[in-house]
């Protein structure tokens, strides 16, 4: 249930990018937050076989690295408060061509259709733009 996952992206798929500079540069970053809720599973079986999927889903994303890429985090509901979502992911990016780039990218969209989205009655997603 706590599963969880966090990468700080220091050294960029894109040798060009400069995390370090991007941070003390005073520049805006695109951070993406993304909240799911599971389907009610029709019997425990599918119940553990969904939260696997998840888990599965949730570490294939956390583990693709892209140029521009911040920071990636996901995990599961801790359940402290009644009426959360069951799964959030987060990503910063250092601009919104980046952020595209990921939204576009064939993997991600594979792991979103094929892993995250059968199993979930809500998906909700926003991108907010924060001063660095």
């Known amino acids: 249930m706590l599963a969880g996952a966090h990468t700080d992206v220091g050294a960029s798929p ?3 990018f400069d995390n370090a500079a991007f941070t003390s540069a005073g520049a805006e970053l695109i ?3 993304v909240l799911g809720q599971l389907r ?3 019997d ?3 119940a553990a076989a969904d939260s696997a999927q998840l888990d599965e889903a949730l570490a294939a994303l956390t583990a693709l690295g ?3 890429q911040l920071s990636m985090h996901t995990g599961r509901d801790l359940g402290l408060r009644e ?3 069951d ?3 987060t990503n910063d990016w250092a601009d919104t061509e980046f952020y595209r780039a990921y939204d576009t990218d064939p993997e991600h969209n594979r792991l979103r259709h094929d892993m995250i989205a059968p199993i979930c009655a809500h998906i909700a ?3 907010i733009s924060i001063p660095t």
């Open 83 to 85: 009426g959360g979502w």
């Open 125 to 127: 997603r926003t991108q």
């Open 66 to 68: 892209f140029p521009g």
């Open 40 to 42: 009610t599973p029709a």
């Open 31 to 33: 951070r993406n937050v």
């Open 44 to 46: 425990p079986p599918q």
């Open 14 to 16: 894109d040798a060009a």
């Open 87 to 89: 799964f959030a992911i």
